[in-house]
């Protein structure tokens, strides 16, 4: 069935690497694609959007990939810090044209700073 | 920076009981949403409402829920005979344009017994 998931429920990763955490997503014509963070006890918090006519958006520290052709996105986060531990959730829009659109969830990636 | 604000935190009903969570969107927006996340799942939309009215709803939303805004600031989603599997964490989430980014709430976990 479709789906928007995560290659990784977890990710460990040493106080200021890089990490990349990754996701699929099976519905060829979304068209948006968001990254949220949740940290322990609060809501998602919007990290950074794409849009299927791009391929790379870069925020602060951060950057969206999109690969149409492999149905593939990926959020970098550079020197990652302790603040950035928390469940990492990618979400694609799969109403695009037609009408207010909601959101599909992926599973979530937990993202540990290891010291 | 706005922020959505929902309101109890944490709601503890007995099954069967009505429960109404309250939301209080981003001012200037004009898309309001309601989410849940049982523990350890994925979020899961429930409904979006524009202009007074449901625009989307989900299967879950079934017609125990309903949504409403009573006035120019609040938005609320009432469970008219709780289930113990309603048990989760409701996130109400706003938007200010169609196709912007959701703006989410820290959600009110609900306990159903």
């Known amino acids: 069935g479709e789906s928007v998931g995560l290659h990784l429920p977890t990710l460990s990763v040493q106080e200021g690497d890089n990490s990349i955490i990754n996701c699929a997503y099976s519905n060829s014509a979304s068209d948006y694609f968001i990254w949220y963070k949740q940290e322990s006890g609060k809501g998602p918090q919007f990290i950074i959007d794409?849009?299927?006519n791009m391929d790379k958006r870069q925020g602060q520290r951060v950057t969206v990939l999109l690969n149409k052709t492999v149905k593939h996105l990926s959020l970098q986060i550079a020197a990652t810090q302790p603040g950035d531990s928390a469940v990492y959730f990618c979400a694609e829009n799969r109403n695009p044209m037609d009408s207010n659109y909601q959101l599909i969830w992926g599973a979530g990636t937990k993202l540990i700073i290891k010291p | 920076e706005p922020e959505v604000t929902q309101t109890p935190s944490h709601q503890v009903t007995q099954m069967g009981q009505e429960v109404i969570l309250r939301c209080v969107p981003i001012?200037?927006?004009?898309?309001f949403y309601w989410y849940r996340q049982i523990l350890g799942q994925k979020v899961e939309f429930l409904v979006s409402?524009?202009?007074?009215?449901?625009?989307?709803k989900s299967e879950i939303f079934d017609d125990q829920f309903s949504v409403e805004r009573p006035d120019g600031s609040n938005f609320t989603l009432k469970i008219r005979s709780t289930k113990l599997e309603d048990s989760a964490m409701y996130f109400c989430a706003s938007s200010g344009t169609i196709s912007g980014a959701l703006h989410f709430g820290n959600g009110t976990r609900l306990t159903v017994t």
């Open positions: 409402f524009y202009n007074n009215e449901i625009s989307e």
């Open positions: 794409i849009r299927s």
């Open positions: 001012s200037n927006h004009l898309y």
